[in-house]
């Protein structure tokens, strides 16, 4: 069985299985299967209003905001991002416990000396941002970045190939890159979800699972535009609970992101990382 078939197969399956009437949803037709069209933005916004509305009436929301530093990848990509402003980065994270700082290749070496015995890791970026380099070049970038002590690759999916119907390359690619981390990293692969359909996303976290990724992520951040709530839900429906769901691009505070981990989301992608927790 191609891949194209194999996929229509996992989604026809997951849709018969999952839409049934939930009793005291305004969408009673369906159970949050993502796919159809009685559900999606409706029934994520249902979850997100309540989920929110319990978390801003929570009397501990100090220790939640301390919590969600450890779901924080603390980002800084910008191009003209100077030595300093890493050092800076590196120090923070160290300092509020992020999970991770994500940076460019080139700043690997150097974060990998900062945060050394912190618990933060160290995650860059592979074929960023637009995904369009060759299968070989992103699986050199990810050994040297894994040479050099990144523990994590955020990898930009093949956007183009996903688009024609190229799912075999698509396949690929992400497995060249999983392959070049080996044990030592893991993988998120970037959908960048704003040029995509939902069937599109649906078959590229599919694609991701299947090539042994460890992450589905939103977005770089480059886009047209970052996380939405319906796409987190949507790629958490797909994945299970096997797969990271990492959300990235324009959230800014603490209640979005706190939306965004209701809808699904492990992690944050973020720059505004210090606002977010309170600090």
Not at 21 to 34: E, S
Not at 50 to 55: E, K
Not at 140 to 156: N, W
Request: hydrophobic share 40%; net charge positive.
């Amino acid at each position: 069985m191609d891949v194209d078939k194999l996929i229509d197969k996992v989604v026809d399956e997951r849709v018969k299985k999952d839409c049934t009437p939930v009793p005291g949803l305004k969408t009673p037709k369906c159970n949050w299967c993502w796919v159809c069209p009685e559900c999606r933005t409706q029934v994520v916004e249902e979850i997100v209003e309540n989920g929110a509305a319990r978390v801003a009436a929570g009397p501990n929301l100090g220790p939640i905001k301390s919590e969600l530093a450890k779901q924080i990848d603390h980002t800084l990509l910008k191009p003209d991002a100077t030595q300093d402003q890493i050092e800076k980065l590196c120090q923070e994270a160290v300092q509020y416990g992020f999970a991770s700082v994500c940076i460019n290749p080139v700043w690997v070496r150097l974060c990998r000396d900062l945060v050394r015995g912190s618990g933060v890791l160290v995650c860059t970026v592979v074929g960023f941002p637009l995904g369009a380099t060759t299968i070989e070049t992103k699986a050199m970038e990810t050994k040297k970045a894994i040479e050099q002590g990144a523990d994590e690759i955020d990898m930009v999916i093949n956007i183009g190939k996903l688009k024609s119907g190229d799912y075999d390359f698509v396949k690929k690619d992400i497995q060249a890159v999983v392959q070049a981390a080996g044990k030592r990293g893991h993988v998120k692969v970037i959908l960048e979800t704003c040029y995509l359909t939902d069937q599109e996303k649906i078959k590229a976290s599919i694609l991701s699972q299947q090539a042994g990724a460890a992450f589905v992520k939103t977005s770089t951040g480059f886009g047209k535009q970052g996380a939405t709530l319906a796409d987190v839900a949507l790629m958490r429906k797909v994945v299970g609970p096997r797969l990271g769901v990492k959300a990235a691009g324009g959230i800014r505070d603490y209640e979005g992101a706190a939306k965004m981990i209701e809808a699904g989301a492990t992690r944050i992608g973020a720059s505004a990382s210090i606002a977010m927790i309170g600090q």
